[in-house]
């Protein structure tokens, strides 16, 4: 499955060198993602933990899984987050900038000095660790790991498989995404071919409690359309959860549906804290999530990204919007 007859020299460098360092560290290795994991999170932490404890190496993956995304991880695979980490330690930091450690969730990265691997496909990653694999032309995390675990020489079985093919299927909108290439087909082909269970992660992932519905008329209740149509904002804060009997992490899917307003190209989300809000963004038609996100001090990819503002929701939308209209203005004058 490795990229190798497609990927440039330079991937297939820090690919092996990646391999390399994960080989040959003597000690226990920690993977981690990113806060509030999605399926390209989840999929690669336990694709790449599965691998390398197929090997014979301790590994702990500590990661708070949302519930949408529990029917995956089996009991005791993953652990909670760790106040210590063990002597000798290797971090692996998937689908997450190591650079931003308010970000990488399981671990405090402060003032650890040990060698940490990271392998990434965001643009705004800061390309900095021991060993590291980084390419924002891959659409999900998931699909480098897959050459990941061929560089490591593990035996594929389906449940190496499966999460790496929840990576790809969400990461790639079910691959409706421009996101997707010749080569992320080749990819799920072949993970299909290991065994990889498609249709049953579609069925759990189309599975909704009833304090979804509940949540989204509430915030229904709060849709804007602003920049002429073009943009579409929703909110939710606290006391809406409360209503709907809902929690923070069923807000997840909602701006997707969101991006889904016909004539919009911008879609966003906004979790309202009180005192800090974080804003989750989708576009399309050439618009950049990306370049709004990081307007706000986040990141994220061209169609896909979010930001977190220590600020009241009131102070945070000027702002916002005053990063939409520069995007606006970009695109105008492209045309």
Same mark, same amino acid.
């Given at each position: 499955?490795?990229?190798?007859?497609?990927?440039?020299?330079?991937?297939?460098?820090?690919?092996?060198?990646?391999?390399?360092?994960?080989?040959?560290?003597?000690?226990?290795?920690?993977?981690?993602?990113?806060?509030?994991?999605?399926?390209?999170?989840?999929?690669?932490?336990?694709?790449?933990?599965?691998?390398?404890?197929?090997?014979?190496?301790?590994?702990?993956?500590?990661?708070?899984?949302?519930?949408?995304?529990?029917?995956?991880?089996?009991?005791?695979?993953?652990?909670?987050?760790?106040?210590?980490?063990?002597?000798?330690?290797?971090?692996?930091?998937?689908?997450?900038?190591?650079?931003?450690?308010?970000?990488?969730?399981?671990?405090?990265?402060?003032?650890?000095?040990?060698?940490?691997? &990271?392998?990434?496909?965001?643009?705004?990653?800061?390309?900095?660790?021991?060993?590291?694999?980084?390419?924002?032309?891959?659409?999900?995390?998931?699909?480098?790991?897959?050459?990941?675990?061929?560089?490591?020489?593990?035996?594929?079985?389906?449940?190496?498989?499966?999460?790496?093919?929840?990576?790809? &299927?969400?990461?790639?909108?079910?691959?409706?995404?421009?996101?997707?290439?010749?080569?992320?087909?080749?990819?799920?082909?072949?993970?299909?071919?290991?065994?990889?269970?498609?249709?049953?992660?579609?069925? &759990?992932?189309?599975?909704?409690?009833?304090?979804?519905?509940?949540?989204?008329?509430?915030?229904?209740?709060?849709?804007?359309?602003?920049?002429?149509?073009?943009?579409?904002?929703?909110?939710?804060?606290?006391?809406?959860?409360?209503?709907?009997?809902?929690?923070?992490?069923?807000?997840?899917?909602?701006?997707?549906?969101?991006?889904?307003?016909?004539?919009?190209?911008?879609?966003?989300?906004?979790?309202?804290?009180?005192?800090?809000?974080?804003?989750?963004?989708?576009?399309?038609?050439?618009?950049?999530?990306?370049?709004?996100?990081?307007?706000?001090?986040?990141?994220?990819?061209?169609?896909?990204?979010?930001?977190?503002?220590?600020?009241?929701?009131?102070?945070?939308?000027?702002?916002?919007?005053?990063?939409?209209?520069?995007?606006?203005?970009?695109?105008?004058?492209?045309?």
């Amino acid at each position: 499955m490795t990229a190798q007859n497609t990927a440039s020299p330079d991937y297939t460098r820090d690919l092996r060198q990646v391999a390399r360092t994960l080989l040959e560290h003597p000690g226990p290795i920690v993977v981690v993602s990113h806060e509030n994991p999605d399926g390209d999170a989840l999929g690669s932490v336990l694709g790449l933990t599965r691998a390398l404890r197929a090997l014979g190496r301790h590994v702990t993956a500590p990661m708070t899984v949302p519930r949408y995304l529990s029917f995956l991880p089996q009991p005791g695979e993953l652990s909670a987050p760790l106040d210590v980490l063990p002597d000798g330690a290797l971090i692996a930091v998937l689908d997450v900038d190591n650079n931003d450690p308010s970000r990488v969730a399981g671990v405090t990265l402060d003032g650890f000095t040990g060698p940490v691997v &990271n392998v990434d496909h965001h643009g705004t990653n800061a390309r900095r660790a021991t060993a590291l694999l980084v390419d924002p032309s891959r659409p999900a995390t998931a699909l480098m790991i897959a050459d990941l675990l061929d560089e490591l020489g593990v035996t594929w079985t389906e449940p190496l498989a499966t999460p790496l093919m929840l990576g790809l &299927n969400t990461d790639t909108g079910s691959f409706r995404f421009d996101s997707v290439t010749p080569g992320t087909f080749e990819c799920a082909a072949r993970l299909r071919a290991h065994g990889a269970r498609l249709g049953w992660l579609n069925d &759990n992932l189309g599975q909704n409690p009833p304090t979804y519905y509940h949540l989204l008329r509430e915030v229904l209740g709060t849709l804007e359309f602003r920049h002429g149509g073009r943009v579409v904002l929703a909110r939710v804060d606290q006391a809406m959860l409360d209503r709907a009997g809902a929690a923070w992490e069923d807000v997840e899917s909602y701006v997707g549906l969101l991006r889904s307003a016909e004539g919009t190209q911008l879609a966003v989300m906004v979790k309202d804290h009180g005192d800090r809000v974080k804003l989750s963004m989708r576009s399309r038609a050439g618009f950049s999530a990306q370049n709004v996100a990081v307007a706000l001090g986040g990141g994220g990819h061209v169609p896909a990204a979010g930001a977190s503002v220590a600020a009241p929701f009131a102070e945070v939308l000027p702002a916002l919007d005053a990063a939409i209209t520069a995007e606006l203005r970009r695109l105008n004058d492209q045309s």
